[in-house]
């Protein structure tokens, strides 16, 4: 298998061009950095020889954002072509994508798009998370979407959806805190009820971020997945919640628009290492 060893159960940061040199000079305390596997498909240049110097000393986690998994189109297999080049070149400790489309014939989206929960769309994106784990050689990562409308046709929660897609193809999940509260909010659903009752054994990364607020026609208070600021207080009163479910896993902070320096995203991370850290404590007294 081409990944390296798993994540380790730390907190880490995505990977920013603006912070390379800072990052290099200074190596601060952190458990992995996750690149967009879409920003190293070059051939070479600046971004490659940046990141073979930081993989020198972290951990490398490979996050897809192109492989439009939940499309019913086939999957595109110059992009898997690209992707198992990154995954033999850099062997990242993890490889994730989403559960979401973003292609219509020729045409590509620049979003992440949801889909109805059908047995149909099961079939899809099951043949797909296999295609995808047969062409690159490891157990990929499936993340759970944000979402801002529901399908009519839709007969089977996103719950048993994800917890479907984890048994019949053995991947694994990647439980995204933020999508959670974006998607639950929209749909007056509660967040924490949706933790309580995801699939937390096949969970092997957790994503934080920072969302936007506005309303929707009817006044009705609507959350934007915009990775464009600091992790929500409700955001990280449900991650911590999340911990006591799943105990200390690799958790990363996303923060790709509006990107601040450094010294502000690194502090959102040593939050997020600490709540690690009491989870680690509470693990080990529960076992003396």
């Not at 920003?39 to 990141?51: I, Q, T, W």
Request: contains cysteine; glycine residues 6%.
């Amino acid at each position: 298998m081409p990944l390296s060893a798993p994540l380790p159960n730390r907190a880490g940061l995505g990977l920013k061009p603006e912070h390379y040199a800072q990052i290099l000079e200074h190596k601060p305390e952190l458990g992995f950095f996750e690149v967009h596997a879409e920003n190293y498909m070059g051939a070479g240049g600046p971004p490659h020889r940046y990141l073979e110097a930081i993989c020198a000393h972290y951990p490398l986690s490979l996050h897809g954002v192109g492989l439009s998994i939940g499309g019913e189109k086939p999957l595109d297999k110059e992009h898997l072509k690209r992707l198992r080049f990154l995954i033999d070149k850099y062997s990242p400790a993890s490889f994730s994508e989403h559960l979401a489309w973003s292609t219509h014939d020729t045409g590509y989206f620049n979003d992440l798009l949801p889909l109805p929960y059908t047995p149909k769309t099961l079939d899809q994106v099951c043949a797909h998370v296999s295609q995808v784990q047969d062409a690159l050689g490891v157990r990929m990562l499936l993340e759970n979407p944000s979402t801002y409308v529901l399908f009519e046709e839709s007969t089977i929660d996103e719950i048993d959806f994800m917890a479907a897609i984890a048994q019949r193809t053995g991947c694994g999940l990647l439980l995204d805190v933020n999508n959670v509260m974006v998607s639950a909010v929209n749909h007056k659903r509660d967040p924490f009820a949706y933790v309580e009752a995801y699939p937390i054994d096949e969970v092997g990364e957790i994503h934080l971020a920072g969302y936007d607020e506005t309303e929707d026609s009817a006044g009705e208070r609507l959350l934007i997945d915009a990775h464009g600021s600091a992790i929500r207080p409700d955001v990280f009163e449900l991650f911590l919640f999340t911990l006591k479910r799943t105990g200390p896993k690799p958790v990363l902070v996303e923060w790709d628009n509006d990107v601040p320096d450094f010294d502000t995203l690194y502090a959102e991370s040593r939050r997020a290492q600490a709540a690690l850290d009491a989870a680690a404590g509470r693990e080990m007294r529960a076992a003396q």
